[in-house]
């Protein structure tokens, strides 16, 4: 059986049948439940489903989340980083260490993206091992202003 991702494309690239009609509708029930916990704007919104997009996409190639997770994306992971603005509203600021999936690193960038001054620093062990490997928030649009090693960060957060 292959692996499709978000984009409905198997782990080899090849084109695959488009998700199943109960797959979208669980998908499009869990995405409104993680809204009315933690509502954003439309253009975050656009945001996190183009990263969902390529975190599915990079799921076939490297296991970023648990494979049982990823019907509840929204509520698991989305809302669960989201809740963090909540509990530091007014954090400019963001350091996450050991973003492996992004969470809750890509997450809150893609929050903060339009707030003047707002940075999300990301490092991930990761990284160092695999140089292409470049989050799957490359393509979200506004991403993380910086991944760096922690020495590096933790220098960036003391500014």
């Not at 656009?46 to 994306?73: C, F, G, H, I, M």
């Not at 989305?78 to 969470?103: E, H, N, R, T, Y």
Request: aromatic share 6%; with cysteine.
């Amino acid at each position: 059986m292959k692996r499709r991702s978000g984009n409905g494309r198997t782990a080899q690239g090849e084109r695959s049948a488009p998700l199943a009609a109960d797959d979208a509708k669980s998908i499009a029930a869990d995405k409104a439940a993680a809204l009315a916990l933690t509502p954003v704007s439309r253009e975050t919104e656009a945001r996190l489903d183009r990263y969902l997009d390529l975190l599915r996409e990079w799921q076939a190639k490297t296991n970023l989340v648990a494979p049982s997770t990823l019907p509840q994306l929204w509520t698991r992971h989305i809302a669960d980083s989201l809740q963090l603005l909540s509990l530091a509203p007014s954090a400019k600021i963001w350091v996450d260490l050991g973003s492996g999936g992004g969470f809750p690193g890509v997450v809150l960038a893609c929050a903060l993206a339009e707030v003047a001054g707002a940075r999300a620093f990301i490092w991930s062990s990761a990284m160092p091992r695999r140089p292409r490997y470049d989050h799957p928030s490359r393509d979200t649009g506004p991403r993380p202003q910086e991944r760096h090693r922690i020495r590096t960060a933790m220098q960036a957060a003391d500014r």
